[in-house]
């Protein structure tokens, strides 16, 4: 399934850009393509999700989750979902890794701006 996902993607964008390396990294002996950029910056953001959160908990001096824990969450699943989809890389693992926090992320977030609206207030967690 995935792979047929790729193909079509090499197919549309010729050459395979996005597996190929970027080549203004070339002068500092990085060898990286976009979608392993796409990757680690994902998993970055899914891991700093936490750093955040530690913020927010030690400011609040009781343990919180910031609605940008979720948006977070959300981007960094989606991010590093879509590098083991779309990429080369085509592993079950990073998607099943990757799908389920996705979904409860959103759902967390859905109810978070149910409960608390879009407007909350910043003392109310």
Request: hydrophobic share 50%.
């Amino acid at each position: 399934m995935f792979a047929e996902a790729a193909s079509a993607a090499q197919a549309v964008g010729g050459a395979d850009v996005m597996n190929s390396p970027i080549p203004w990294l070339a002068w500092t002996g990085i060898h990286m393509s976009p979608w392993k950029l796409i990757g680690i910056v994902g998993t970055l953001m899914f891991g700093g999700r936490w750093l955040v959160q530690f913020v927010a908990s030690k400011r609040a001096g009781k343990p919180v989750i910031p609605r940008v824990f979720w948006y977070m969450s959300i981007v960094g699943s989606l991010m590093t979902l879509s590098y083991f989809t779309l990429s080369a890389k085509q592993d079950a693992v990073g998607v099943l890794g990757n799908l389920f926090p996705a979904f409860t992320a959103s759902y967390s977030l859905y109810l978070d701006i149910r409960h608390r609206g879009w407007r909350r207030d910043r003392n109310s967690h």
